[in-house]
């Protein structure tokens, strides 16, 4: 069983960084495709950034040069480290797992990241 627990939301003002947390609680965190999602108020959940099992990333362009994704085996954790935010950044993040390389199965409860202009 996968559980996804994110942590590290908040209020920033814009021009402000936050870096958002996901633990996961499953056995086979390392082999899988890990990303972080986000949704906004009326609009349609979007996939933000993606790290595969072996490392390699992959962005979307509205947060290109700003946002990183890392991941860290050791501590089944991945990271969404957000710089220079935006208040169009606001929404809810949520983290989601992807086992089999196809879909997005597992999915945390999300954090709130609200920024100010």
């Known amino acids: 069983q996968v559980q996804l627990v994110e942590s590290g939301g908040g209020l920033v003002q814009a021009g402000g960084s936050l870096r958002l947390s996901c633990a996961d609680s499953?056995?086979?965190?390392?082999?899988?495709?890990m990303g972080w999602h986000r949704q906004a108020p009326g609009k349609q959940r979007e996939l933000v950034a993606g790290?595969?099992?072996?490392?390699?990333?992959s962005y979307a362009d509205s947060v290109k040069g700003r946002f990183t994704i890392s991941r860290d085996n050791a501590k089944n954790t991945v990271y969404l480290q957000m710089n220079s935010l935006k208040p169009e950044d606001t929404a809810v993040y949520y983290c989601?797992?992807?086992?089999?390389?196809?879909?997005?199965?597992?999915w945390g409860r999300g954090t709130q990241v609200t920024v100010s202009s």
């Open positions: 989601a797992a992807d086992p089999g390389g196809t879909s997005w199965i597992y």
């Open positions: 499953g056995r086979f965190f390392s082999i899988n495709n």
């Open positions: 790290i595969t099992s072996s490392g390699r990333t």
